[in-house]
Each structure stands twice: as C-alpha cells, then as structure tokens.
T-cell receptor, first 114, second 115 residues
Framework: DGGITQSPKYLFRKEGQNVTLSCEQN?????MYWYRQDPGQGLRLIYY???????QKGDIAEGYSVSREKKESFPLTVTSAQKNPTAFYLC?????????????FGDGTRLSIL | AQSVTQLDSQVPVFEEAPVELRCNYS??????LFWYVQYPNQGLQLLLK????STLVESINGFEAEFNKSQTSFHLRKPSVHISDTAEYFC?????????????WGLGTSLAVNP
C-alpha cells in the first residue's frame, strides 16, 4: 500500500543536540510538507518542498532545516537553535501544490526533551 | 487576510446524538475546503472536501458538510455519532492568490462521544 512513513515514532533530544526526523513516501507525490502540532495550536507549517532540490520556509522555520535530495524523502532536522522542540511533528505530501490537492499524512513523530 | 475559525474547541456529545462542528473562513478569493480527522497519536486523514459543484459533500462514514458561500461556512455534521468518532477534527481552506497557494488550518475541534 502507498503511504507516508515517519520514523521514529518517539524521539528524545538532549540539550545542544541536533536530531533528524525521517519522512519517506511512496505515493509518487511531488510536494512534501513538515508541520508542528502543539496542543490547542493546530498545525503550523515548518517547511515545504514542491520539487526535488527545492524547498521553502513555512511560518515557523527558525531552528529547523530540511533537505530534498530524492523525491521520496524529506527529512527534518531539529537543531539546537530550536529552544522549544517538544511537539508532535507531522509530515505530509500531495501530488501537487494546486489549490484542490489534499494532503496525505504520516503517523507523526513525538519529540521530547531529556 | 485569509483565516479559518473553528468555533468550538471541544464538543461533548452522547452516542447516537447528532453533532455539528462549525467552521467559518474569511477570504476575498475563491476557496477550496477540507475536513480532516485525527485519531489519538496518529496523523490526519482526509474526511471530505469541497472543490466545486454540489455544495453538499459526504464522506463514507456518514459525515457531511455543506459549503455556504454567503455565510462563508463549511460546517461538518453527522446525524448519529458513534464512540469511534471520538477524535480531533480540523477544517482547512485552500486559497489561490497568485503564486501563493496556501492551506490555512483551523485550530481543531475535539469531539468526545460519550456512552
């Protein structure tokens, strides 16, 4: 079955450490997205990519970095510059960024501070 | 500026009762509307969408939503809920404003179905 796989499901970060969240899709989608979800704040867009080797900042990109070297993969690195990284992170993809394209989501990674 | 408002953060309801989850948006351009559902510790799943045509759209599990352009609303309804409908529901609106194709999310409504 096609879908989006996020790993790990749970991740712990130490002070000053960078951590990388994995997102892989086999839907042959061009566009991929990273969201951060905090209780009561809905989904906030961190980064998105419309095509390989290109990505754009979302609303809360500070303290995060991404790469898009392959169509199937869009890893997110939470850097030590992100002072409040504890959250639920969701990766999504869509077949394009056209206005009618729904997004398909992975099951998320929950990041916590040790 | 475009915005999406889900009017209720929490909606408690008894099993087999009807429910309405409200969503209003603000936009000066054409919109496309979505409802997503999120079960605990999972990602979001598309529930239904309105792109064009009939203003009443239905999902396979008994939910429906009606696009009301004059009231700028896209409320989600179900005539009889089940315990398994307990989840977080998100309304999202897509706008086409030049090169900025953006999806705006509501803050979510937590539906709690009690026996």
């Amino acid at each position: 079955d096609g879908g989006i796989t996020q790993s790990p499901k749970y991740l712990f970060r130490k002070e000053g450490q960078n951590v990388t969240l994995s997102c892989e899709q086999n839907l042959n989608h061009d566009a991929m997205y990273w969201y951060r979800q905090d209780p009561g704040q809905g989904l906030r867009l961190i980064y998105y990519s419309q095509i390989v080797n290109d990505f754009q900042k979302g609303d809360i990109a500070e303290g995060y970095s991404v790469s898009r070297e392959k169509k199937e993969s869009f890893p997110l690195t939470v850097t030590s510059a992100q002072k409040n990284p504890t959250a639920f992170y969701l990766c999504a993809s869509s077949s394009g960024t056209g206005v009618g394209q729904p997004q398909h989501f992975g099951d998320g990674t929950r990041l916590s501070i040790l | 500026a475009q915005s999406v408002t889900q009017l209720d953060s929490q909606v408690p309801v008894f099993e087999e009762a009807p429910v309405e989850l409200r969503c209003n948006y603000s936009s000066s351009v054409s919109v496309y509307l979505f409802w997503y559902v999120q079960y605990p510790n999972q990602g979001l799943q598309l529930l239904l969408k309105y792109l064009s045509g009939s203003t009443l759209v239905e999902s396979i599990n008994g939910f429906e939503a009606e696009f009301n352009k004059s009231q700028t609303s896209f409320h989600l309804r179900k005539p009889s809920v089940h315990i398994s409908d307990t989840a977080e529901y998100f309304c999202a609106v897509s706008f086409n404003a030049g090169n900025n194709r953006k999806l705006i999310w509501g803050l979510g409504t937590s539906l709690a179905v009690n026996p």
